[in-house]
């Protein structure tokens, strides 16, 4: 009887409470990116990217928006989220955002309260970009088209990704970076910042799409730095692969190192297993650290004429590329720190680590003392090739002269 | 009329007729055979209702003393010739007086034997047992003023010839199969173990069909009391007739409501050999090309004995493959409608933008679109197993362009859809064994309704169910997932993966044999 009596309980158990998160593909909207603007009533504008999926699909494209940018404004990002389908026909899912994109002035104003909704929304995921656009609004980073990924945010995470694989110009912050950052004691967080290149109001067609030059380019501008969750500044991109370095991102990237006595004519370094190792002491509330950089390359230009075939040459080179490397990160540390002064590169959680209980006297004030810290750099650079070519044809139409 | 006839009316009273026949030799009117030759052939020819097949052949041999022979048999079951060579011709030549005083004889069997050249010759006065056995093929010889019948064996059934397996067939390894007839199957087996140890039992059953079964093994090596098991269940069986070996397997079967299978049916003898070798039993049925063979296991459904004749990377690769391919064949239905209406999460973003792109604009709901996919591929293959040869094109044409091409182009379903359904399809026809791939066939609707009703949860609740089921099944006692539940590490040589023949030296416990090893230890010199 039990036996009977289950079979259609179960059945019922399905039918009554299945079903609830049920969305059908053709129903819903794929947000590729977001965008938070602050309006001059310090109210929040929220501007959604969604995808027109058919536009995006080379076989059933047929030449319309690839996507629909609206925007809304209200309280909070949160409820604003829900209330999009004022403007859209479907139900917008989250789920796969790929960037989120916050107005410079949103950013000095501070971002935690609309960083706690991404973190705990249960749709978004947390491998999304975190990103600033720099003069310019942020809507209008979103809106701006480009033939390739076609959606605005697409295009934008497939070029941070490809810059920081080459170059290694940029973090690619994730929501767990800033979170982390925010809540630790010794790091402050980093984003990347974007701007348009062009006539930023002809971004938003889809005749920008069509031109070999694009009217309006979304580009990669500079690193964003904060200070408790509000943004104070920004640093340039040779410094932002420094950062990377420190941080011990760096994939791949390439130095121009100048050689000695000539000025104007350039070695170019093609760097790979970069690596980065901070140590360092706390004493009577000063602090003193040393930098050790490491990186194996090969040569990918040799203006200087140098002869390759000794061994000499790649010990000079290899020096030469020491020197700079030390000094530009050198530069690079001390902007920080007599310009912004804080720590973004996290050189108090070395301390925090390693000497917990000297750090929890100055961790109130880390900043403070970083912006003091006495900072050695010591690179190791290895020439390991010189790509396809040892002798390069320059040395012998020199000779002919 | 005699009551026999009269008991043929009803099947239930067919049953009672058999089991009251021993009572019933009291009368003596009716069913008993007489000292008249003519009375006694009629008595046989109204037991079976004079068909037109029975062939009776009467000679006088002796007109003055009304001494006379009668040969009845039926007509396609005997061998024509052998009747004319080997028993007319004997018995005509004989003087009659001397067969009259063969007869008086109490020995009479062994001194007519003498004469008439068959392989077997046996007396009888009970007019039932004569009935079956000239039902059997046999020739029943009627002398006059005698009691006895002699019955000399002469079947012969047309039978097909031996052709190549079509349901499990193989690239490399043995190219025959199993035939209806019982003997032949037989025979393709002793052929392979020619070996004393190898048994055959007979056993009946079929109240009205006394279909012909036998239960075979090899002794010392299969476990008695499986053994035992199985002959009990044999005998239990009431049924009224066996006309196919699942006849017999959906009664000694552990769990009858499982819908896996709990004996392999193969119609392969080197499938028969080798599981013989391992220690289990093989049941022969007539009038079938299948035999079981039990204990199985679950893994044994996808052991394909193409595995052992490839070397054994590849062997262990189509393996894997084939666990693979049952698992699309069980989930993707399921996992598709799932993650398509509950997890889009979890679809990479750009597969994500091709399938909504793909879903754009088409009018029903993925489930309903994914459930009258399938349903349409099982009409299909259905109507393929089932449609006159003839038509075969026409019907594979209209499938496959018309329902599948015209109705993505028409944008009633998606292609996404027809690419899982396809995929499911196949994927199920690469199972060695049917009968597997007619569980995984029900199980995808069953999976399929649980995701569209509760995403990623009902499948892994339906997963939860199907393995606790098959953790619980059992055949002939033992453990039908075994060797993974219970695990046992040094059984897992011939599961996912099959090591090289000379590795396994031990047989496969599953079935509990009662040697261990296949060749004794320290060297195969010794040949048992």
């Known amino acids: ?401 | 009329m005699p009551s026999f006839f009269k008991n043929k009316k009803t099947k239930t009273q067919t049953t009672i007729d058999s089991s009251s026949s021993k009572p019933s030799n009291g009368k003596q009117d009716e069913t008993t055979l007489t000292f008249e030759i003519d009375k006694n052939v009629q008595l046989i020819k109204d037991c079976m209702g004079n068909p037109p097949d029975l062939n009776v052949r009467k000679i006088i041999i002796d007109a003055s003393s009304d001494f006379s022979i009668a040969m009845i048999r039926m007509d396609g079951m005997s061998d024509k010739k052998e009747v004319d060579f080997s028993v007319i011709e004997p018995l005509s030549k004989l003087n009659f007086q001397e067969l009259r005083e063969q007869l008086d004889n109490p020995n009479s069997a062994e001194v007519l034997g003498r004469l008439i050249a068959v392989n077997k010759l046996e007396k009888m006065n009970n007019l039932e047992k004569v009935v079956k056995s000239i039902l059997q093929g046999n020739t029943a010889i009627l002398f006059s003023h005698t009691q006895q019948i002699f019955l000399a064996s002469t079947r012969l059934i047309d039978k097909r010839g031996l052709s190549e397996p079509t349901s499990q067939t193989v690239i490399r390894g043995p190219k025959d199969s199993f035939t209806e007839d019982l003997r032949t199957n037989t025979s393709l087996v002793r052929a392979r173990i020619t070996n004393p140890k190898l048994r055959i039992e007979t056993l009946n059953a079929g109240e009205i069909t006394h279909t012909n079964i036998e239960l075979m093994y090899l002794k010392g090596i299969a476990n008695d009391s499986i053994l035992q098991e199985v002959r009990s269940r044999i005998k239990k069986i009431k049924i009224d007739a066996i006309l196919e070996s699942s006849y017999i397997e959906e009664f000694i079967q552990d769990s009858k409501n499982s819908i896996f299978p709990t004996l392999i049916s193969t119609e392969r003898p080197d499938v028969v050999v080798a599981n013989l070798l391992e220690g289990r039993f093989a049941i022969f049925v007539y009038g079938t090309p299948y035999v079981l063979i039990g204990p199985a296991t679950f893994i044994q459904f996808f052991q394909s004995p193409e595995d052992y004749y490839q070397n054994y990377y590849m062997g262990s690769f189509i393996r894997i493959l084939r666990f693979v391919a049952f698992f699309i064949a069980l989930y993707i239905p399921g996992l598709y409608v799932a993650i398509m209406t509950h997890h889009h999460a979890l679809i990479p973003t750009t597969l994500l933008i091709t399938l909504a792109g793909q879903r754009e604009g088409v009018p029903f709901p993925i489930v309903v679109e994914a459930l009258i996919m399938e349903l349409v591929f099982e009409v299909l293959r259905e109507a393929g197993v089932r449609m006159p040869r003839a038509v075969g094109q026409t019907v594979s044409i209209v499938g496959a362009l018309i329902l599948g091409q015209a109705a993505v182009e028409a944008g009633f379903v998606s292609a996404s859809t027809v690419i899982v359904v396809s995929l499911t399809a196949i994927a199920n026809f690469t199972m060695p064994f049917f009968n597997v791939a007619i569980a995984a066939r029900i199980l995808r609707f069953f999976l399929l309704l649980l995701g569209s009703f509760i995403g990623m949860y009902g499948i892994l609740l339906g997963t939860f169910m199907i393995l606790a089921h098959l953790c619980s099944l059992r055949s002939f006692g033992l453990p039908y997932f075994d060797p993974i539940t219970p695990f046992k590490l040094l059984e897992q040589k011939d599961v996912f993966i099959r090591l090289p023949l000379p590795k396994q030296r031990t047989r496969p416990q599953p079935a509990r044999p009662e040697q261990k090893f296949r060749v004794k230890r320290g060297g195969s010199q010794n040949e048992t």
């Open chain 1, 1 to 401: 009887m039990k036996k009977i009596l289950l079979a259609p309980m179960l059945i019922m158990v399905l039918c009554l409470s299945g079903c609830w998160d049920y969305r059908e593909l053709a129903d819903v909207t794929v947000v590729t990116g977001i965008a938070v603007d602050k309006t001059q009533n310090n109210k929040y504008k929220l501007t959604v990217e969604g995808i027109n999926a058919q536009e995006l699909n080379n076989r059933t494209a047929a030449g319309y928006a690839p996507s629909i940018v609206y925007s809304l404004s209200g309280n909070s990002i949160a409820e604003l989220t829900q209330k999009m389908n004022i403007g859209f026909s479907r139900n917008l899912i989250y789920s796969h955002m790929r960037i989120l994109i916050i107005s410079e002035t949103a950013a000095r104003e501070g971002i935690t309260e609309f960083i706690d909704f991404l973190e705990r929304d249960r749709e978004i995921r947390d491998d999304f970009r975190l990103i600033i656009s720099r003069r310019t609004s942020a809507a209008q980073i979103l809106k701006t088209t480009y033939p390739f990924q076609k959606s605005s945010s697409l295009k934008l995470f497939k070029q941070m990704d490809s810059f920081r694989r080459n170059w290694g110009g940029n973090p690619s912050v994730q929501l767990n970076d800033v979170v982390n950052a925010l809540t630790s004691p010794a790091v402050q967080p980093v984003m990347e910042a974007v701007t348009i290149q062009g006539k930023a109001s002809k971004g938003p067609s889809v005749e920008n799409m069509k031109k070999v030059t694009p009217d309006a380019l979304v580009v990669l501008d500079s690193l964003g730095i904060f200070r408790e969750g509000k943004l104070i500044g920004f640093l340039p991109l040779n410094d932002s692969r420094y950062y990377v370095w420190l941080r011990g991102k760096l994939d791949h990237t390439a130095f121009s190192i100048e050689c000695r006595k000539q000025n104007n004519n350039f070695i170019t370094l093609r760097a790979y297993n970069n690596k980065s190792k901070i140590t360092g002491h706390l004493e009577d509330g000063k602090a003193a650290f040393k930098v050790k950089l490491q990186l194996e390359g090969f040569l990918d230009s040799n203006h200087c004429g140098k002869d390759l075939n000794k061994v000499e040459t790649y010990k000079e080179y290899e020096k030469l590329a020491e020197k700079y490397i030390e000094k530009e990160m050198k530069l690079s540390i001390n902007k920080v720190q007599k310009k912004y002064k804080i720590d973004v590169y996290g050189f108090g959680e070395y301390l925090y680590r390693n000497d917990y209980k000297n750090f929890k006297t100055v961790e109130h004030n880390w900043d403070n003392v970083f912006k003091n810290a006495k900072v050695e750099v010591d690179a190791k650079v290895k020439l390991r090739r010189t790509a396809l070519r040892t002798k390069s044809f320059i040395s012998e139409t020199k000779a002919k002269h």
